[in-house]
């Protein structure tokens, strides 16, 4: 794995961005999604290696908790440690901001990101039922949580 380079996101990511989130997931965030997300001042960060950016992700901060709303790796950089990384700085920062929980929800049928959740600290606190649109009908989300 390359030396990372995490930077603030900006609108100039965001052609890059949204090309990335149209090949990661059946059901996308919008390019306006990700403008809302900035206008909004949600913490949005861009990973780079070898002067290219391979990940990204969006995390909504309220009081003394963080929630990651959205995160993703380059297929092309998959597998190689890249999102526990940013996963694990996001905490980092999350917390030397006052945060002292991390929230996220996952599709069930995730099975790479629940691994990835699991192995950086996170346990299931609950389900929400039909949560996710999918395929064919709704598909449920496992609520996870870790101290910061
Ligand atoms: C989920 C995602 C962010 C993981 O990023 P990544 O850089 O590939 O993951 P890492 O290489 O850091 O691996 C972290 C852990 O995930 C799991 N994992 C990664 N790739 C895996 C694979 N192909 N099969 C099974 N588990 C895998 C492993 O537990 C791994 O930890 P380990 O290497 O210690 O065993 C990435 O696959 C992705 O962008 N997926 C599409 C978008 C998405 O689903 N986002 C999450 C929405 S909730």
Partial sequence: MNAC????MTANDLDWVCAEEACLHA????????EDALAAGNDAWV?????????YAVVLRVLDEAHLLDIGVSLRAQGRGY????????????R????????????????IAL???????????GRRRGYYPAVEGREDAIVM???L
């Fill in 5 to 8: 380079v995490i930077t603030p």
């Fill in 115 to 125: 691994a990835l959740y699991e192995r950086s600290g996170f346990s299931e606190i």
């Fill in 83 to 94: 999102g526990r990384q940013l996963l694990d700085w996001i905490a980092h920062f999350a």
């Fill in 27 to 34: 059901h996308p965030w919008t390019r306006r999604n990700f």
């Fill in 145 to 147: 949580r870790r101290d």
């Fill in 47 to 55: 990973m780079h290696a070898g002067g290219e950016a391979l990940a």
């Fill in 96 to 111: 030397d901001q006052g945060a002292v929980a991390f929230f996220l929800e996952v599709r069930v049928s995730n099975a």
